[in-house]
């Protein structure tokens, strides 16, 4: 047992320097033939929701035990149910839920994450926006990091590591009664990692409108280091004109008024050119397409941008045409968006979250329409 220690702390080091995983025995998914390992796979339902071994499927329905007799459970305006409490260190692989694929369902639900006894959930989204819906509307899609139905069968594949303490909540803030979720959470225990590891961070912020000629923020300012990791965004083209020249820019370790990076526009960000394309790829594209209504997405998982001091993060809103004398102009969008990165805790909370009614409110309507 000595020897597969050394070589485990070999591997681990080795892995760690080359940066191919969070969890220093390496990502499973790289190393499907790694058999001999200490981790432990452990998965969380209404069924077993303290993912204790050989718990699962206990609940008795009325065809008796283990019969799915606690697949789902149905939550009420202002309820609140804990959909895992666990004791690490561990990583998050995967969660997927499912419930009535509505607006008002899927930006009235907020699911919230704390890390490791944090007090302030480092995690704060309405459910749609978390597993990749902008504007409480789903549409089939894949990418690297989400994989989504028409119906609302949601799943986020993003590392969620922890070292001691990981809890997700759901709470229905919207009004639809008696609404049925399902959920399931797989994880794995006992995977090692340094104490300052980055912990999954994700917010959502709407402008409805954006203000002219001022950028529209993706990721507010955050201090200490980090990493982003992409973001899902909800642009409501209200004016039906052409809106996706604005530059994404990041702001990095003391950067003021101009940026370390900075696009070329909105379509050239997401991986697009020469407009909007319904067009869904690993780590960018076009999700959703609804009359006015688009969805785009971008990942950093192979382009990562991380930051040493501090980082801020902004998309601007800037048309091209005959308005205002021809060529480019700014102009207002109903944007909103979720943003994902890492960061060591303790950690900033986040910005409040906006009320039901703002999140679901229709989106603005220009003076010229």
């Not at 509505?102 to 907020?110: I, Y």
């Not at 926006?129 to 993003?158: C, E, P, R, W």
Request: aromatic residues 12%.
């Amino acid at each position: 047992m000595a020897g597969q220690s050394v070589k485990w702390t070999l591997l681990s080091i080795a892995c760690f320097a080359l940066g191919c995983s969070t969890s220093l025995h390496g990502d499973p998914a790289d190393t499907p033939y790694l058999v001999n390992v200490p981790i432990e796979s452990r998965s969380i339902t209404f069924e077993n929701p303290t993912g204790e071994k050989g718990k699962g499927g206990t609940a008795a329905s009325k065809i008796g035990v283990g019969r799915k007799g606690a697949a789902l459970k149905n939550l009420n305006p202002g309820q609140t149910v804990t959909l895992c409490d666990i004791q690490g260190p561990g990583i998050i692989r995967r969660m997927w839920v499912t419930l009535p694929a509505k607006k008002e369902n899927l930006l009235g639900f907020v699911i919230r994450g704390y890390w490791d006894n944090q007090t302030a959930p480092s995690i704060e989204v309405p459910i749609g926006n978390f597993f990749g819906a902008a504007h409480g509307a789903a549409k089939a899609y894949q990418s690297a990091v989400h994989s989504m139905t028409d119906t609302a069968g949601m799943s986020i594949f993003l590392p969620m590591p922890f070292t001691s303490h990981a809890r997700f909540t759901v709470t229905n803030e919207g009004t639809e009664k008696d609404v049925p979720f399902y959920y399931q959470i797989d994880l794995t225990l006992n995977d090692q990692f340094p104490s300052d590891v980055g912990r999954l961070h994700v917010l959502y912020h709407r402008e409805n409108p954006t203000t002219l000629g001022v950028d529209f923020t993706i990721l507010p300012k955050r201090t200490g280091m980090g990493r982003f990791a992409g973001c899902v965004i909800g642009i409501n083209n209200a004016d039906h004109k052409w809106w996706g020249e604005g530059e994404f820019k990041a702001y990095l370790d003391g950067d003021e008024e101009f940026p370390t990076i900075c696009g070329t526009g909105t379509e050239d960000y997401i991986g697009q050119a020469w407009g909007f394309h319904e067009n869904a790829y690993l780590y960018g594209g076009v999700s959703l397409r609804k009359d006015w209504l688009w969805t785009l997405y971008r990942w950093h998982l192979k382009d990562p941008i991380y930051w040493k001091k501090d980082i801020r993060i902004t998309l601007q809103q800037i048309g091209a045409g005959n308005e205002g004398g021809g060529g480019y102009y700014n102009k207002q969008e109903d944007v909103n968006v979720a943003a994902f990165w890492y960061e060591p805790i303790p950690s900033a909370p986040l910005p409040p979250l906006a009320p039901y009614t703002e999140r679901v409110a229709d989106g603005y309507i220009p003076a010229n329409k």
